[in-house]
């Protein structure tokens, strides 16, 4: 051990003045801040709202500042209201939230910056002085929201976990920006950064963001009642948010089913529900044994409540949670997501409609694969089988092709299991022809001809399929 470190083990840190001596108004950060800087302003909850304010309140000083976030969550950035023609900050979301969609249509300085998140970690491992090297991403400011510092001089980084620390310790300029609210989630680990390893603190307080959880249409419950039977005692669960997954959480609470795990990139409502049935105990994981592990959360006031100080919960950084290879080593993985639209070759698209940003990939990937090779795993991907347009006019979510610009999500090698309220299939093993008869089954009935004439132009339906002629 070097002197070093021995010393740091040995004497004891007066993290309160550390503390004092690093507190500094918003103001005074930003005034560092020089043209051409790079900047992540953080994370869900963890997004920056005073840095961030009083950037854009120098909007006319600076040039050229990329500023990155992920699912941008209320207030709305400044640098987005006091830049809209984007002459000082470019804006770059690693998945988009309806704030970042509806921003990308009104100005001309917002993108998307594709990821696979359980890898992402992995951008950040070369130091901020090696920027030639190939992988590096290079900062000059990592800014979040955390909790208030506790006794050991660490600021936990409450729900979003993700790539957070690794931001920190290769960026150049190191802000914590102090958020009452927050709640406090034990690691895990990654889940907290020391006071000695901060330069700035910025205790200007500012409200957090809830979100109620949605309600679950009647379609919602039907898709979720065509997934229960996927579910056994004992699996391992991956759920998104939403309402699909709020009806499968409720399903399952009025089950038998027993032993149930969780380890999931995004926490949401329906663990709750789980855990206090009783079918969630996580006790037969082979990993993190009475725990449910995620990366980051959103939700309800009375949810994030239940969150904080959860000693059932375990915050991880994203490499250990969403890392493909060592999902497919996990049992019993049963992955449930999302998509927008499917088309006849079994390509799923979760995150654009034409040219539009809708979210993002994510997690997703890394999900679908590493339930897909694991042992006794699934990968269930779920969407209803229509959606209503503005206008009001009923179209379906299985097309013939995509539309221009459309981005794949999942290729059709790795799709596992659809489901819509009409039912599910499974694909693994099936030719492209049959793989067109089962999607057909499971398409709203109004629209089962015109994609069997489809079938037939791409030559993947024959005479003796059971649907059609």
Not at 69 to 81: G, S
Not at 97 to 109: C, E, G, T
Not at 412 to 425: D, K, P
Not at 441 to 469: Q, Y
């Amino acid at each position: 051990m070097s002197k070093e470190n021995l010393s740091r083990g040995i004497m004891a840190k007066d993290f309160n003045q550390m503390y004092k001596e690093k507190l500094r108004t918003a103001a005074e950060v930003v005034k560092l801040v020089k043209s051409g800087d790079w900047i992540d302003l953080g994370m869900f909850n963890g997004k920056s709202v005073a840095f961030e304010r009083e950037l854009a309140a120098r909007k006319d000083e600076l040039n050229d500042v990329r500023c990155y976030v992920a699912v941008c969550m209320p207030p709305i950035p400044e640098i987005l209201m006091k830049d809209p023609q984007g002459e000082s900050f470019t804006y770059i979301d690693y998945h988009y939230s309806p704030v970042s969609r509806y921003f990308q249509q009104a100005r001309p300085n917002v993108f998307y910056n594709p990821t696979h998140f359980g890898e992402s970690e992995g951008w950040f491992e070369l130091k901020y002085d090696e920027p030639d090297k190939i992988g590096t991403r290079h900062r000059d400011w990592t800014v979040f929201r955390v909790c208030p510092m506790d006794k050991s001089g660490n600021f936990n980084f409450g729900l979003q976990n993700g790539i957070t620390l690794a931001q920190f310790l290769t960026s150049k300029h190191r802000v914590v920006e102090i958020c009452p609210d927050m709640p406090y989630c034990y690691g895990g680990s990654r889940e907290s950064i020391n006071v000695e390893d901060v330069e700035y603190i910025i205790d200007e307080p500012s409200p957090m963001f809830y979100s109620d959880p949605v309600v679950p249409s009647d379609i919602d419950k039907a898709i979720a009642k065509h997934v229960l039977p996927f579910i056994h005692d004992a699996c391992t669960l991956q759920l998104g948010i939403g309402g699909m997954p709020n009806a499968l959480g409720e399903i399952i609470a009025d089950t038998d089913l027993k032993d149930l795990g969780g380890h999931t990139e995004m926490l949401g409502q329906s663990y709750k529900t789980m855990m206090e049935s009783g079918n969630m105990n996580n006790m037969k994981k082979e990993y993190d044994k009475g725990k449910t592990c995620f990366t980051f959360a959103s939700g309800s006031k009375e949810f994030l409540d239940w969150m904080d100080h959860n000693s059932s919960l375990a915050s991880y950084n994203v490499f250990y949670i969403n890392h493909p290879v060592r999902l497919s080593y996990m049992e019993n993985l049963i992955s449930i997501n999302q998509a927008l639209e499917v088309d006849m070759y079994c390509q799923v698209s979760a995150e654009s409609s034409g040219f539009g940003q809708i979210s993002g990939n994510g997690g997703m990937l890394d999900f679908v694969l590493g339930s897909f090779y694991s042992k006794g795993g699934r990968s269930l991907i779920c969407f209803p089988a229509t959606h209503t347009t503005k206008d009001g006019k009923m179209v379906s979510r299985i097309v013939p092709s995509f539309k221009e610009g459309t981005i794949v999500t999942i290729p059709r090698q790795t799709a596992n299991i659809l489901v819509t309220e009409y039912g599910s299939i499974s694909l693994k093993g099936l030719g492209t022809w049959q793989r067109a008869e089962a999607l057909v089954s499971i398409a709203h009935p109004d629209f089962r001809d015109e994609l069997i004439e489809a079938a037939k132009v791409r030559k993947i339906w024959t005479r003796t399929n059971k649907i059609g002629d």
